[in-house]
């Protein structure tokens, strides 16, 4: 049985280097991850510190791609250079992110009402970049027309692939996936392309594939840092589906982040983003994130967790 290629989706503030080791070690599944992007900082030198999360020896368990948000084609070179003398052989180019703060720049999703000016940065970054270049993005800003109509100009440069999340930028994480406009992208262009969006269930999953058929990599955020054991039922993976293994995963993640961060607000902060999908695994799901969000200290939070988890033993 040939099994589908299954990415570990970027999402920033949870899936540092951190995360998906320790992730990887209680939920085989994935085949590779996508880094949270870097934003490129001109006249940064990107000391090791600044690339903490890309380091070799931090990303031994899963492999990483790199991923970059900007629109300075000479900022964007320097640093893909420098991921270049680390090792890395592909980059990827953020056009899906929605956040506001992002888009108002006309960076990430924010960029896709401007085909004119995506095609101009490849223009001069693809001739010029060391390694293969692949794009993240949605399936516009405001109208799916945008990204069909981008689509054929995308052609003739030598993308690895394209990874399409089936929203809109403006609708952030709301609503539902566009299935209809996404099917229309696969026939608008010749790379080869990823499916993104609300892969929750192996139900929904297998459901992907049947409409899909051409379609075999996928990836996966939120879906599975609700429900952890998702990537290996879809690989058909033996595993402990238990209580205990969440929660034997939670302490480890816990202690990783304890010894890491500075200050209980921070520690308690982090933890926290985590459980905003976590909480899905224990229904009712708004009580169980009710619980997390009130605590305050860290005898507090450890009280609750071991609660939660020991509840379902």
């Not at 952890?228 to 939670?250: D, N, S």
């Amino acid at each position: 049985m040939l099994y589908p290629t299954l990415i570990l989706a970027p999402i920033r503030g949870i899936t540092d280097c951190y995360f998906r080791t320790i992730f990887q070690k209680y939920f085989p599944g994935f085949d590779l991850a996508l880094a949270p992007f870097i934003n490129p900082q001109r006249y940064s030198s990107y000391q090791p510190k600044q690339l903490k999360d890309l380091l070799p020896k931090e990303n031994l368990a899963l492999p990483v791609i790199p991923q970059l948000l900007h629109t300075n084609a000479e900022d964007f070179l320097f640093l893909a250079d420098r991921l270049y003398d680390l090792g890395y052989k592909e980059v990827n180019w953020n056009l899906g992110c929605p956040a506001p703060m992002v888009t108002k720049k006309k960076r990430g999703s924010g960029l896709l009402p401007y085909p004119d000016e995506i095609v101009a940065f490849l223009d001069q970054v693809v001739t010029r970049l060391p390694m293969q270049l692949s794009i993240k993005t949605r399936l516009g800003y405001e109208s799916p027309e945008e990204l069909l109509h981008l689509l054929p100009h995308l052609d003739k440069y030598p993308l690895s692939e394209i990874i399409i999340h089936g929203r809109l930028g403006k609708q952030l994480y709301k609503g539902t996936t566009d299935k209809k406009s996404f099917a229309r992208c696969l026939q608008k262009t010749n790379h080869s392309i990823v499916y993104n969006g609300d892969i929750t269930s192996i139900e929904e999953f297998t459901e992907l594939q049947q409409q899909f058929p051409s379609i075999s990599k996928w990836m996966i955020g939120r879906g599975v840092l609700a429900n952890p054991f998702l990537a290996g039922k879809i690989k058909g993976i033996k595993q402990e589906v238990t209580i205990r293994q969440l929660q034997l995963f939670h302490r480890e993640l816990y202690e990783c982040y304890r010894e890491l961060l500075s200050g209980q607000a921070h520690l308690l902060g982090r933890m926290k983003q985590l459980w905003v999908y976590l909480s899905n695994s224990f229904p009712p799901a708004p009580k169980t994130w009710k619980k997390i969000k009130k605590c305050t200290t860290e005898k507090k939070y450890l009280q609750v967790t071991e609660d939660i988890f020991n509840t379902d033993l």
